[in-house]
């Protein structure tokens, strides 16, 4: 039976972690240290008490832990302490903010953590105030999984800077208005970390940071009920390791070592990696594949009760150290199952402060596909918003591909066939269907009838031109308003992927032709283009085009009248074309996916007299029956008095 959440623990036991935590702090930070341990230690140590109370000299480790995050928090510096009080005091600040974030690789993007910072006017004229870099720490020698295979926590990788180069981009990124979010990659460590290196060496505790198996039974045990994220190019979720005499858990590539959880070494291990970036300046974690982390025979072993005490515990650590830092789980499983990363029961709110949304951006793709917005209006109908102070990380792409199995209970809950149905909104996106715009690619798919994931960046998957300077169908550009208007009036936080800002089509750089080959995400990971930029600046071309239209939406997003703590709610509508969404009661939006002209009437909306068009693609001007194009957006506010 899986542990319940949370421990009440022996108040001795919070006095005592309590006492350690606050005699490391210098004694101006005492009295503050002593505020938060009051408000987040009892679920720190009645978290740390259900994962490992059991475990030989618990307590020892425990008051150890706890004076390690005093002195983590007596080094905070002050301009980062700063920052946690305002943010304590507001503690929905990224949600009032209405922040715009962008995911790019730090070499693609910048080439260097130092070029990043090169970066920052082309990131703020597009509004962007939050920044996603990918994994940028030391990274394993050779193939990397695009640095989610990391050497070391402690070091940057050689050939993208230094941590005082990592420091000196937090502070310009700071002074520029925009937080940095890093990857903190949780569930798995390289093959040559030094943890995997000390055990293969036949070091006993460093071979229990890992999932070991001598003989062969357990893992087949486990395969019975696991899945595969990577069928083809990683199939199975062990690998023999002949230094380890034995089968170690790989859920990933097999240079990936899935970390166990249930060793308290591992969970102060990382506790630790991640508030030492975060007084660097770090001030958003993406816990990379977060649902793995822990395991248990005859499950999936995705999403188990414990994963959410780990997570409750390490928003305890950083709501002691460093409480202006957001945790945002990457969490690629169906939407209901995203929902308890914010907390439930006990929890609620008490873990992570954002998750991606991944259900809604496959939902989107396949609802182009289909031509109809039939599931993401179920998908919206269902989803309950997240709690107070917490929201949504949505997006159109990402690095990854469009990870499909997400939308599997929507379509089957309505008796569904999957394979049958996503198949085909797949096989539409990747070009296979006569009529299509997308030039989109498979991923991981068995035979052209199986379904798993996509590829492709968002200008090739709507079918803007490859050249920049070729003529732009109107269509893609309005399909392009769509899923990015969807994604910004959905989202606490939308994440522009690097490139789609300037319409950048799929990667064709022969020099990353191998990879592509391997690892066919890497057809969404592109060079940022000096020809783009430079079009950009000349007003020219599709970049031109492309952050026209999003420079108009985030203005609109600005907008006083926008509600930027109110979730917004479905409008049933008999057109299976239509999705239509309020904000609060004076704003309304509309996303057709039809690929036919359709009517509109605003005053069976109640949105026609009084209220005014704050962004229309597709839907020209008009009474108070509009038309809309096929892929039309369409924006209304009420008027202010
Ligand atoms: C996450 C990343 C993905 C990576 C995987 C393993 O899903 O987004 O790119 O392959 O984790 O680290």
Not at 384 to 397: E, F, Q, S
Not at 504 to 519: F, M, T, V
Not at 527 to 549: D, E, F, Y
Not at 581 to 601: K, Q, S, W, Y
Request: include cysteine; proline fraction near 7%; glycine fraction near 8%.
């Amino acid at each position: 039976m899986p542990a319940p959440p949370l421990r009440t623990p022996h108040p001795a036991r919070i006095a005592a972690a309590r006492q350690a935590f606050v005699e490391a702090l210098p004694p101006a930070r005492r009295r503050v240290g002593e505020q938060r341990f009051d408000r987040a230690g009892a679920v720190l140590v009645g978290a740390l008490e259900a994962l490992y109370g059991h475990a030989p000299d618990a307590d020892r480790w425990l008051l150890g832990l706890c004076a390690g995050l005093g002195q983590l928090a007596a080094v905070r510096p002050e301009p980062l302490a700063a920052l946690d009080a305002a943010r304590e005091a507001q503690p929905d600040w990224f949600v009032r903010q209405r922040m715009l974030g962008y995911s790019a690789y730090v070499d693609r993007f910048g080439g260097t953590l130092a070029g990043v910072a090169g970066r920052i006017d082309h990131l703020r004229a597009l509004g962007v105030d939050y920044l996603h870099l990918l994994p940028f720490l030391r990274a394993r020698a050779g193939e990397s999984d695009g640095g989610f295979a990391v050497s070391s926590f402690e070091e940057i990788e050689p050939a993208l800077g230094s941590m005082a180069e990592l420091e000196q981009l937090t502070t310009r990124l700071r002074e520029a208005g925009i937080s940095l979010c890093a990857d903190l990659v949780l569930n798995h460590v390289a093959d040559d970390h030094a943890w995997a290196r000390a055990a293969m060496a036949g070091d006993a505790d460093k071979r229990a940071f890992f999932h070991v198996f001598a003989e062969r039974a357990l893992p087949d045990a486990y395969e019975a009920t696991l899945g595969e994220v990577f069928p083809q190019a990683a199939p199975g979720n062990f690998t023999h390791v002949p230094a380890l005499d034995g089968w170690v858990w790989t859920t990933f590539y097999p240079f990936q070592w899935d970390l166990n959880y249930a060793h308290p070494p591992v969970f102060a291990a990382m506790a630790h990696a991640m508030l030492q970036l975060a007084n660097r300046g770090v001030e958003v974690f993406r816990l990379d594949s977060a649902p793995f982390l822990w395991k248990r025979l005859g499950t999936t072993c995705l999403n188990q009760p414990e994963v959410h005490t780990v997570l409750a515990a390490l928003r305890a650590c950083t709501a002691l150290v460093a409480p202006g830092v957001l945790l945002k789980a990457e969490a690629i499983v169906p939407a209901a199952q995203v929902l308890p990363y914010f907390g439930e029961g006990e929890l609620r709110g008490r873990e992570c402060q954002l998750a991606y949304h991944s259900g809604l951006m496959a939902g989107a793709w396949a609802a182009l596909a289909e031509g109809s917005a039939a599931l993401p209006r179920r998908l919206l109908a269902q989803t309950p918003a997240p709690p107070p102070d917490t929201g949504w990380i949505t997006y159109v792409r990402c690095h990854d591909d469009i990870v499909w199995g997400v939308l599997r209970p929507l379509v089957e809950a309505h008796g569904g066939d999957f394979a049958q149905r996503i198949g085909g909104a797949a096989a539409f996106l990747e070009g296979r269907v006569a009529g299509s715009f997308a030039r989109g690619a498979a991923f991981q798919a068995h035979d052209e009838h199986s379904v798993h994931g996509s590829n492709g960046m968002t200008a090739s998957l709507l079918g803007l031109p490859d050249d920049p300077l070729a003529p732009i169908d109107p269509a893609a550009l309005r399909r392009y308003a769509l899923l990015h208007a969807l994604a910004l009036w959905v989202g606490a936080v939308p994440l522009l992927y690097m490139g789609d800002e300037l319409g950048q089509p799929n990667n064709a750089d022969p020099a990353d032709a191998a990879r592509i080959a391997a690892d066919g995400r890497w057809l969404q990971r592109p060079q940022l283009s000096t020809t783009a930029l430079a079009l950009l600046a000349q007003q020219r071309g599709v970049p031109a085009a492309t952050v026209g239209v999003l420079r108009a939406l985030m203005t609109v997003r600005r907008d006083p009248r926008w509600a930027a703590a109110t979730a917004p709610t479905l409008v049933e509508h008999p057109d299976p074309a239509l999705l239509i969404l309020r904000r609060g009661d004076d704003a309304l939006g509309v996303f057709h996916f039809g690929r036919d002209e359709v009517p509109l009437d605003l005053a069976a909306l109640d949105a026609g007299n009084g209220w005014n068009d704050a962004f229309a693609s597709g839907a020209a001007a008009g009474g108070a029956v509009r038309t809309l194009a096929p892929w039309a957006t369409l924006w209304r506010f009420r008027n202010r008095e």
